[in-house]
């Protein structure tokens, strides 16, 4: 199915989101204010809109993400929020999350990138439609899998 | 080649930097010191990175990042990079409200941020550069005409 997996540090969340062509991501929350999306590669449908990479959308206030990949390869596109705001993040994550992303700091922040990262995560990427949920990004959060 | 293109969005300044070749230095500025921690995910390649405390120092091969991996700018030191595989992607996130502490190409500086509509998305600007840099000591590589004519190409 097409996948989306989350980074973060104390100032930035960032999704990545991944789709093939004809398949689709939902995310089944939205949020009271815009967000920006960027496409970084290829071409999608967002809600509605037909955007090719590199081109940054807004999400409209109160409107759940549906994001479908069109054209012939993969398309990539990452949803940005400020972990700082905490109107935005009270509406995604619960106050653990919250505060994990605002405290978190990863084994190797004294070298300032990972010695050994995992490079596995194209390999969750299986073909169908994906719905991104609260509890996936809670689960991503706790587990901070890009440490 | 190195290919930057900064563009903004609701709450950051994204730098999206392409690289072509192996060797090409991948920093913006010379003499890159940040003040505060930045994010960068690596999308495509990977990036030998590189430190030194003051400039008269010599440069120091930390290691190397292979994409995808999420990493953090150190700050209060020189850094550089360049790239090991033959195409490189990174993004550069700077949120709006760190933009002042955060070096950036030439025409972001000439750009006024902060009068740039929330509501609205620009593309500040872009620029190519062509600069290698050696894999062990960061010492810029020159890039001579014969580097450029094709072998089978004569002057007479």
């Not at chain 2, 010599?58 to 290691?63: A, H, R, S, T």
């Not at chain 2, 994409?67 to 790239?83: E, I």
């Amino acid at each position: 199915m097409a996948y989306a997996r989350l980074v973060f540090n104390s100032q930035t969340l960032a999704i990545m989101n991944m789709v093939d062509p004809g398949e689709t991501i939902n995310y089944d929350w939205s949020i009271d204010e815009d967000y920006s999306i960027v496409l970084l590669e290829g071409s999608v449908t967002v809600n509605g809109n037909a955007l090719e990479g590199v081109i940054e959308h807004r999400v409209q206030p109160n409107e759940q993400l549906s994001m479908t990949g069109t054209g012939d390869t993969r398309s990539y596109c990452i949803s940005l929020f400020r972990v700082d705001d905490d109107n935005v993040m009270d509406q995604i994550v619960s106050e653990t999350g919250k505060t994990r992303m605002r405290t978190f700091e990863p084994t190797w922040i004294d070298a300032g990138w990972p010695s050994d990262p995992d490079t596995t995560w194209g390999d969750d990427f299986t073909s169908g439609n994906y719905t991104y949920t609260k509890a996936i990004v809670e689960t991503q959060i706790a587990n901070s899998e890009w440490d | 080649m190195r290919k930057v293109k900064t563009i903004t969005t609701q709450d950051h300044l994204i730098h999206i930097i392409e690289t072509d070749s192996v060797d090409d230095e991948t920093t913006c500025i010379p003499e890159l010191k940040l003040q505060e921690q930045i994010a960068v995910f690596h999308l495509d390649g990977s990036i030998n990175q590189f430190t030194k405390n003051s400039l008269n120092d010599d440069w120091v091969l930390e290691g190397t990042v292979n994409s995808p991996a999420w990493t953090f700018g150190k700050p209060n030191v020189f850094v550089g990079a360049q790239t090991p595989t033959s195409t490189t992607t990174f993004i550069v996130f700077v949120p709006k409200t760190k933009i002042s502490s955060a070096p950036a190409p030439e025409y972001v500086e000439k750009a006024d941020i902060s009068n740039i509509d929330r509501e609205s998305f620009v593309e500040i600007g872009a620029v190519d550069t062509d600069k290698k840099a050696d894999p062990v000591t960061f010492d810029e590589i020159k890039i001579s005409i014969d580097d450029l004519v094709p072998d089978d190409v004569t002057f007479e």
